[in-house]
């Protein structure tokens, strides 16, 4: 594509103000003071090929039912367990493995229904998963409103018609929580409320799918059965929750005791197969850093198939030879603390000075278990306007793919950018931005 | 999916509330209009009147500072500034019953104001467009809403604060029962959301014969009466 | 075999009437190989709708809740139970979520040195724990809270039978041996009481690490988990500002 460097950068900012407009941002904290920011959209978007595309759709297909399976076999007969295929450790010192989950049969099996697959491609044009995010994945909704905004800002960048349509995730999402509710009652989508640095999305998907959007309060369980309360108390059922509270304070019988987010017994409901959890409670032990390692190796033992989508080259310490590999190799390792979340715990080692990296290493020798180490990948940097120029920066796609009754993928993603050029962390809590995916149709 | 006709008190809260202030933003810049027109050719301390009909604190020192103040002061809560805001923080829980479109010409409304505000521009004719968009807002509401109870509780709180400003301000009789007659139009639709006894307390105060708009008493009453009203 | 009579009653008074009250109890003796119900009945504030089950660790659960404002909460669990003082519970579900350390038993510096101490062969290691926690601690109560993890307690050197229990069970865990926190009534002593479960390999058996004993006379138990936090009696929710006051009478007696 040839890229009209002005043509481009007047869209940037015309698009940018219909942002604004519809309100397209996401909060943060800064010292404790609640902050909502615009999601900075750059108008070069992520082309991928239908070559490209028909792989990757293929490989987040096989991963996504691949972990569906993995959770469901941990929260019953844990055979990957007892096939010594993953050490019973990284299961259940996992901070997301929850034991409360145990015995419980979500509708149809599923466990993880929004999948955000986390991908990088390489500059040899191999594509590695970087991170599974089967708990609260968010940020379709940048993608999908960005679309449409484009389409009236530029329509004649989309008139050649090979571009996928990427508005219909909204018709994806309806159709799946109609599935999982199965006829029981209404859908809502359950936000913890505003202050939520997501609470744009919550909202925004709920008028596109015409869930009703719920807030802590306004749900309550009488008799195993879940409920949205009216003004006068009035009630109507509710068959399925897609949930964007986090597991711990989902219900204060049985997690998080203070939780004001939650629903009392909604744990009870769920047991019963009253109500869907969408995603289920307990996802976290399937996107931990240390079981991903081994999300390859469940491909072959639950679908008895070649796993189709790499991992970027992984050492756990926990294993001996890979321990001495990588308190050999630390300074060209990305080091990763399995403990912690958001980026933070990310550290490379070719930016530590000695005294550092010796300390890194004695906390691996301590507790090997807590750590993960990768090879850095080699990412293929993509184009970003900066001012009136085009830069090349670090970039990650994160998929979505939904699992109802069948799994399907997305045909777009959201592609984040960092804004700094040294700069491997795309997370966009971190200052970068983000771009519209092009799968093509041909 | 079952569609979902219910809605939650805190929605309910929200809808009442967003109607009240977004029509607080279009009375109080009504109404500044006319004072700023009133102080070209005034002496200082002309707005002092307004002042005290809104129930406002704070101290102005002089014109100037009154006129920015009443426009853009975050602290007063009198001004469009904090009215427009408010309305904005109870539509923005609202998205999906009111939806993007109609939402965006608030969206719009706290932009302008907030670049007006960093500019100090004291000329009010710079928040034509917030009346724009507020006339915008109440047409695109009226067309989109799909629940219709919803529209009626914050057309409901919209009238409300309507007939507020009409007391505060001494209007006549006529526009008083007029715009109560109009609230009346809403209140009727939604069982339950009023308080009977003050209905047939203000339906008793509102009338040819009672009406004493000079008489502190009176308009204390009705101030309170219609304050409370509605049970949201 | 032993009979015993139980009676467990819990009435909390709220200084202002409170709304969405919803609450979950484990008030009711465990069934295993050890314990027998003979003879039981639950009762629960009128206006309130219950329903009962099993929660993931095995343990009897009564759950419910009200729309309706409360200016009380009461309930009563009563009945008779049979103990074969001899038998132990085999139940291997889950073993594995009491193996590693739970919230409140999380190990620090010293607890670690502390495990790494007791190297020496004891035949019995779970007792010599139990020992050794009743010889370290004093029983002080009000000292601590339901949320004081072991290490706080291996600090202040004192707390309550919770307390002795959480500290035993880290050190266990940290030896090795499967360990989880039990809730029950003992004779005499007016209130419910916590005790350690460890297993064998074979059996759980009974310490009670406040006492310096195990568990075969005189202990009925409710429930399990990996903590405290996994099975309180009563865990509840409500709205409302209020203050209150809760009078729990316990008798346990054998006939």
Same mark, same amino acid.
């Given at each position: 594509?040839?890229?009209?460097?002005?043509?481009?950068?007047?869209?940037?900012?015309?698009?940018?103000?219909?942002?604004?407009?519809?309100?397209?941002?996401?909060?943060?904290?800064?010292?404790?003071?609640?902050?909502?920011?615009?999601?900075?959209?750059?108008?070069?978007?992520?082309?991928?090929?239908?070559?490209?595309?028909?792989?990757?759709?293929?490989?987040?297909?096989?991963?996504?039912?691949?972990?569906?399976?993995? /959770?469901?076999?941990?929260?019953?007969?844990?055979?990957?367990?007892?096939?010594?295929?993953?050490?019973?450790?990284?299961?259940?010192?996992?901070?997301?493995?929850?034991?409360?989950?145990?015995?419980?049969?979500?509708?149809?099996?599923?466990?993880?229904?929004?999948?955000?697959?986390?991908?990088?491609?390489?500059?040899? #044009?191999?594509?590695?998963?970087?991170?599974?995010?089967?708990?609260?994945?968010?940020?379709?909704?940048?993608?999908?409103?960005?679309?449409?905004?484009?389409?009236?800002?530029?329509?004649?960048?989309?008139?050649?018609?090979?571009?996928?349509?990427?508005?219909?995730?909204?018709?994806?999402?309806? +159709? %799946? %929580?109609?599935?999982?509710?199965?006829?029981?009652?209404?859908?809502?989508?359950?936000?913890?409320?505003?202050?939520?640095?997501?609470?744009?999305?919550?909202?925004?998907?709920?008028?596109?799918?015409?869930?009703?959007?719920?807030?802590? #309060?306004?749900?309550?369980?009488?008799?195993?059965?879940?409920?949205?309360?009216?003004?006068?108390?009035?009630?109507?059922?509710?068959?399925?929750?897609?949930?964007?509270?986090?597991?711990?304070?989902?219900?204060?019988?049985?997690?998080?005791?203070?939780?004001?987010?939650?629903?009392?017994?909604?744990?009870?409901?769920?047991?019963?197969? *009253?109500?869907? /959890?969408?995603?289920?409670?307990?996802?976290?032990?399937?996107?931990?850093?240390?079981?991903?390692?081994?999300?390859?190796?469940?491909?072959?033992?639950?679908?008895?198939?070649?796993?189709?989508?790499?991992?970027?080259?992984?050492?756990?310490?926990?294993?001996?030879?890979?321990?001495?590999?990588?308190?050999? *190799?630390?300074?060209?390792?990305?080091?990763?603390?399995?403990?912690?979340?958001?980026?933070?715990?990310?550290?490379?080692?070719?930016?530590?000075?000695?005294?550092?990296?010796?300390?890194?290493?004695?906390?691996?020798?301590?507790?090997?278990?807590?750590?993960?180490?990768?090879?850095?990948?080699?990412?293929?940097?993509?184009?970003?306007?900066?001012?009136?120029?085009?830069?090349?920066?670090?970039?990650?796609?994160?998929?979505?793919?939904?699992?109802?009754?069948?799994?399907?993928?997305?045909?777009?993603?959201?592609?984040?950018?960092?804004?700094?050029?040294?700069?491997?962390?795309?997370?966009?809590?971190?200052?970068?931005?983000?771009?519209?995916?092009?799968?093509?149709?041909? | 999916?079952?569609?979902?006709?219910?809605?939650?008190?805190?929605?309910?809260?929200?809808?009442?509330?967003?109607?009240?202030?977004?029509?607080?933003?279009?009375?109080?810049?009504?109404?500044?209009?006319?004072?700023?027109?009133? %102080?070209?050719?005034?002496?200082?301390?002309?707005?002092?009147?307004?002042?005290?009909?809104?129930?406002?604190?704070?101290?102005?020192?002089?014109?100037?500072?009154?006129?920015?103040?009443?426009?853009?002061?975050?602290?007063?809560?009198?001004?469009?500034?904090?009215?427009?805001?408010?309305?904005?923080?109870?539509?923005?829980?609202?998205?999906?019953?009111? =939806?993007?479109?109609?939402?965006?010409?608030?969206?719009?409304?706290?932009?302008?104001?907030?670049?007006?505000?960093?500019?100090?521009?004291?000329?009010?004719?710079?928040?034509?467009?917030?009346?724009?968009?507020?006339?915008?807002?109440?047409?695109?509401?009226?067309?989109?809403?799909?629940?219709?109870?919803?529209?009626?509780?914050?057309?409901?709180?919209?009238?409300?604060?309507?007939?507020?400003?009409?007391?505060?301000?001494?209007?006549?009789?006529?526009?008083?029962?007029?715009?109560?007659?109009?609230?009346?139009?809403?209140?009727?639709?939604?069982?339950?959301?009023?308080?009977?006894?003050?209905?047939?307390?203000?339906?008793?105060?509102?009338?040819?014969?009672?009406?004493?708009?000079?008489?502190?008493?009176?308009?204390?009453?009705?101030?309170?009466?219609?304050?409370?009203?509605?049970?949201? | =075999?032993?009979?015993?009579?139980?009676?467990?009653?819990?009435?909390?008074?709220?200084?202002?009437?409170?709304?969405?009250?919803?609450?979950?109890?484990?008030?009711?003796?465990?069934?295993?190989?050890?314990?027998?119900?003979?003879?039981? @009945?639950?009762?629960?504030?009128?206006?309130?709708?219950?329903?009962?089950?099993?929660?993931?660790?095995?343990?009897?659960?009564?759950?419910?809740?009200?729309?309706?404002?409360?200016?009380?909460?009461?309930?009563?669990?009563?009945?008779?139970? *049979?103990?074969?003082?001899?038998?132990?519970?085999?139940?291997?579900?889950?073993?594995?979520?009491?193996?590693?350390?739970?919230?409140?038993?999380?190990?620090?510096?010293?607890?670690?040195?502390?495990?790494?101490?007791?190297?020496?062969? $004891? /035949?019995?290691?779970?007792?010599?724990?139990?020992?050794?926690?009743?010889?370290?601690? $004093?029983?002080?109560?009000?000292?601590?809270?339901?949320?004081?993890?072991?290490?706080?307690?291996?600090?202040?050197?004192?707390?309550?039978?919770?307390?002795?229990? @959480?500290? %035993?069970?880290?050190?266990?865990?940290?030896?090795?041996?499967?360990?989880?926190?039990?809730?029950?009534?003992?004779?005499?002593?007016?209130?419910?009481?916590?005790?350690?479960?460890?297993?064998?390999?074979?059996?759980?058996? +009974?310490?009670?690490?406040?006492?310096?004993?195990?568990?075969?006379?005189?202990?009925?138990?409710?429930?399990?988990?990996?903590?405290?936090?996994?099975?309180?009696?009563?865990?509840?929710?409500?709205?409302?500002?209020?203050?209150?006051?809760?009078?729990?009478?316990?008798?346990?007696?054998?006939?």
């Amino acid at each position: 594509m040839k890229v009209r460097i002005k043509e481009l950068t007047e869209s940037r900012d015309t698009v940018n103000k219909w942002m604004e407009r519809y309100g397209v941002r996401f909060g943060v904290y800064k010292n404790n003071v609640f902050k909502e920011q615009l999601f900075p959209f750059d108008p070069i978007p992520r082309i991928i090929s239908h070559e490209d595309w028909s792989y990757l759709e293929k490989g987040l297909k096989q991963r996504v039912i691949t972990l569906n399976k993995f /959770l469901w076999d941990i929260y019953h007969e844990k055979n990957i367990i007892k096939d010594g295929i993953v050490p019973e450790e990284f299961v259940y010192s996992s901070k997301g493995y929850m034991p409360e989950c145990e015995g419980i049969n979500p509708q149809d099996g599923i466990y993880s229904h929004i999948s955000g697959i986390d991908l990088v491609e390489g500059k040899d #044009g191999q594509w590695y998963v970087l991170e599974d995010n089967l708990r609260i994945p968010s940020g379709a909704s940048y993608p999908m409103i960005a679309r449409q905004i484009t389409r009236r800002v530029s329509p004649a960048t989309f008139q050649e018609g090979d571009v996928a349509e990427n508005r219909n995730y909204a018709d994806m999402l309806q +159709g %799946m %929580m109609d599935e999982m509710n199965a006829g029981r009652g209404i859908s809502v989508i359950l936000t913890p409320g505003r202050y939520n640095s997501a609470f744009f999305e919550h909202s925004y998907l709920a008028e596109k799918t015409g869930a009703t959007l719920a807030y802590p #309060g306004d749900l309550f369980v009488e008799n195993s059965t879940v409920y949205y309360t009216g003004l006068y108390k009035e009630r109507v059922r509710v068959g399925c929750i897609y949930r964007r509270v986090s597991d711990e304070y989902m219900d204060p019988m049985v997690f998080e005791a203070s939780s004001m987010l939650g629903i009392p017994n909604v744990m009870q409901a769920y047991r019963a197969g *009253n109500v869907a /959890l969408i995603n289920a409670i307990g996802n976290g032990v399937a996107d931990d850093k240390g079981i991903y390692y081994f999300v390859p190796k469940m491909v072959e033992y639950y679908l008895g198939e070649k796993p189709i989508l790499q991992n970027a080259p992984t050492y756990l310490p926990f294993f001996k030879d890979d321990y001495e590999y990588v308190l050999n *190799n630390i300074e060209k390792l990305v080091i990763k603390d399995v403990s912690e979340a958001g980026g933070y715990g990310v550290v490379f080692g070719k930016d530590l000075p000695t005294d550092k990296l010796n300390e890194l290493k004695a906390l691996i020798v301590d507790q090997p278990r807590r750590w993960i180490a990768q090879e850095v990948i080699d990412f293929k940097d993509l184009g970003i306007l900066e001012g009136e120029e085009c830069v090349e920066r670090k970039a990650d796609l994160r998929a979505f793919v939904i699992s109802g009754k069948e799994t399907k993928v997305w045909k777009s993603g959201l592609t984040r950018f960092s804004r700094n050029p040294d700069s491997f962390v795309v997370n966009s809590s971190q200052g970068g931005g983000f771009k519209d995916t092009w799968v093509m149709e041909k | 999916m079952t569609a979902n006709t219910i809605i939650s008190a805190k929605k309910a809260n929200s809808l009442f509330w967003l109607g009240r202030y977004e029509e607080r933003v279009y009375t109080t810049l009504h109404m500044l209009r006319k004072c700023y027109d009133k %102080m070209i050719d005034g002496e200082v301390g002309d707005y002092w009147p307004l002042l005290n009909t809104l129930d406002a604190y704070g101290s102005y020192q002089n014109n100037s500072e009154f006129t920015l103040g009443m426009m853009y002061d975050k602290g007063n809560p009198c001004s469009v500034i904090t009215a427009q805001t408010k309305a904005m923080d109870n539509a923005i829980l609202l998205r999906e019953e009111i =939806m993007s479109e109609t939402l965006s010409y608030l969206e719009m409304s706290v932009a302008l104001m907030n670049e007006c505000s960093a500019k100090k521009d004291a000329n009010i004719i710079c928040l034509q467009p917030v009346i724009d968009w507020s006339l915008a807002f109440w047409g695109s509401a009226e067309q989109r809403f799909k629940n219709h109870r919803a529209l009626y509780i914050m057309m409901m709180g919209r009238n409300i604060e309507n007939l507020d400003m009409l007391i505060r301000y001494n209007y006549g009789y006529e526009r008083i029962a007029l715009a109560y007659d109009s609230l009346k139009r809403y209140f009727r639709q939604i069982p339950n959301i009023i308080d009977e006894n003050l209905e047939k307390k203000l339906d008793m105060l509102i009338t040819h014969d009672k009406f004493r708009i000079n008489d502190v008493d009176y308009k204390h009453e009705l101030l309170v009466s219609l304050n409370k009203f509605v049970k949201v | =075999m032993k009979r015993y009579i139980y009676n467990y009653q819990t009435i909390t008074t709220f200084s202002k009437p409170i709304d969405m009250h919803s609450f979950l109890l484990r008030c009711q003796p465990a069934i295993n190989e050890r314990q027998k119900i003979e003879n039981e @009945h639950v009762i629960i504030s009128p206006d309130y709708w219950t329903e009962s089950g099993v929660d993931a660790f095995g343990n009897k659960i009564i759950f419910g809740g009200t729309t309706k404002p409360q200016n009380t909460f009461a309930y009563v669990s009563t009945g008779l139970v *049979n103990i074969k003082d001899e038998a132990t519970e085999q139940d291997e579900k889950n073993l594995h979520i009491y193996t590693l350390q739970s919230r409140l038993t999380w190990l620090n510096e010293d607890m670690i040195d502390l495990a790494r101490s007791l190297e020496h062969f $004891h /035949l019995d290691m779970a007792e010599h724990i139990c020992s050794l926690v009743h010889e370290m601690l $004093h029983y002080v109560p009000n000292t601590t809270n339901v949320d004081t993890p072991a290490w706080e307690v291996l600090q202040k050197k004192r707390g309550v039978c919770q307390d002795f229990a @959480h500290l %035993m069970i880290a050190l266990c865990r940290a030896k090795g041996i499967p360990a989880r926190y039990v809730n029950g009534f003992l004779t005499g002593t007016g209130q419910t009481h916590a005790w350690v479960e460890v297993f064998d390999g074979k059996n759980w058996l +009974g310490y009670d690490p406040t006492h310096n004993c195990d568990t075969r006379q005189g202990y009925v138990k409710l429930s399990h988990g990996r903590d405290y936090a996994d099975c309180p009696v009563c865990r509840g929710i409500f709205r409302g500002n209020v203050l209150q006051q809760t009078l729990i009478n316990v008798t346990l007696h054998e006939l």
